[in-house]
């Protein structure tokens, strides 16, 4: 039998069993994927304890929802899909009183060969000490492969606002960037 295949059929099994309330398969379910979605919500949070927060409260949706999840849908790009909205939740709720229009300007890259002398740690470090909505638009677009209209959709801004946050996001980075290699 194909190895992946024998791992959909165990999935299926341990989701089936989750449905069902079975609190072992939950805590299975948990902790196998708990690294993954912990670092999914360690780039929209601002702390590790905001992103344990996060994680939680994305597995609570995930339990009360697997029986409405597609069976053909993948468990995993399922549940990272919840992170990810649960993060943008968190990050509506904080911004519902101040909105951030900016202004477009120009896109900066930042130099891969500078970035190859970090650890991802490090890099993930930086990320966080982004204001919230330059470090949720960054995620966003470069970490999750969205474009500016559907940010802006989810975000509730303009793409306009979208693409500033993003290339205003860049250059903050390269300017931590730029400070951490200094002598």
Not at 14 to 42: D, F, P, W
Not at 69 to 96: F, Y
Request: hydrophobic content about 35%.
């Amino acid at each position: 039998m194909d190895i992946a295949l024998k791992i959909s059929m165990q999935q299926d099994d341990l989701v089936t069993a989750c449905i069902n309330g079975n609190r072992v398969a939950q805590k299975e379910l948990y902790e196998s994927m708990y690294g993954r979605m912990m670092g999914i919500c360690l780039r929209y949070s601002r702390d590790e304890d905001e992103a344990m927060s996060l994680v939680n409260e994305g597995f609570f949706k995930v339990f009360k929802s697997l029986k409405k999840k597609n069976p053909s849908a993948p468990l995993e790009a399922w549940m990272k899909r919840i992170m990810i909205n649960t993060s943008i939740d968190q990050v509506r709720k904080r911004n519902r009183r101040k909105t951030e229009e900016l202004s477009v300007v120009s896109d900066y890259v930042v130099d891969e060969n500078i970035l190859s002398q970090f650890q991802v740690e490090e890099i993930l470090k930086l990320v966080q000490q982004l204001p919230e909505m330059y470090r949720t638009v960054f995620n966003l677009s470069v970490i999750e492969g969205y474009n500016h209209k559907e940010i802006a959709e989810m975000l509730n801004i303009e793409e306009a606002t979208s693409r500033s946050n993003l290339s205003k996001s860049k250059k903050k980075l390269r300017e931590f960037i730029t400070e951490k290699l200094r002598p």
